[in-house]
């Protein structure tokens, strides 16, 4: 519940006024709902059934007013400045710019931990780089609405990673800016969150990636880069079920390893 409050009033308290705040309750049971109508009743509510976080995303998306949408998870917190640093940024590109995302604060079990290398936030055409791993932040961006009516939203068949697999649709048609000053402050260690309820996260980002490059409209080079690391990633699960003992996982990913080799 405290998360949900401090992330509310994250927004409310930006020093950019944000035209409108739709909060997606999937179906809580922490009395959210509650704390939204009684302490922040100029709060937009939304409910909807347990269906997950592309569906509440995408919920949200569908039901604003506006063209520029940004997204903050319940147990993340914007700076006072985000939203305002992120509108700079678009207007000095003369408006040419459609997905803008900030530098972080990691806090973990209450400490704060550095960054390693290869979360580096990144600009411009950074497809390649987005490959291996998520390195933009949900809680990060602001985005304009046509890139979702031009390349579509979350996937709701993607237990976790289904901002990974949006971010490379995106990334392999636009620029990405940059507001490279932490702007967001990520909460991890905490019980309930998605990583650390599916194991091998790489299962779902090789789904991501043969979905991609089945069927999207990647360029002859996106579609190279996006093999080799879609082989890279399947390595990875054989190796882990190689050493646990499991035919079962061996033989689906090996046959994927081989089918994948067989088309670069």
Sequence with gaps: MQFIENTIKS?????????EIIVVDNNSTDNTCELVKNKFPNVRLLRENQQGVSY????????????????LDSDDQWLRNKIELQVNKVKSHNYNSLFVHTDEIW????????????????????????LNMCIISPS?????????????????????????ELWLRFTSKVPIYLVNVPCVVKYGGHPGQLSKKHWGIDRFRVRALEKLILRFNLNKIQTKDTTNALISKIKVIISGAEKRKNKKIMKIYNFKKNYWKDKI
């Excluded at 308290?13 to 035209?19: F, G, I, L, R």
């Excluded at 509440?56 to 997204?71: E, L």
């Excluded at 290869?118 to 780089?129: C, D, Q, R, S, V």
């Excluded at 990060?140 to 990974?164: A, I, Q, T």
Aim: proline residues 1%; hydrophobic residues 35%.
């Design 140 to 164: 990060s961006v602001l985005v304009n609405r046509h890139l979702f009516n031009e390349y579509g939203m979350f996937r709701p068949w993607l237990k976790v990673c289904e901002d990974y």
């Design 11 to 19: 927004v409310l308290e930006q020093s950019y006024k944000v035209d």
């Design 107 to 130: 806090i973990k079990n209450g400490k704060k931990i550095n960054q390693k290398k290869k979360h580096m936030k990144l600009e411009g055409y950074i497809y390649k780089e987005c």
């Design 56 to 71: 509440a995303r995408n919920t949200g998306i569908n039901n604003a007013k506006n063209n520029w949408i940004a997204f």
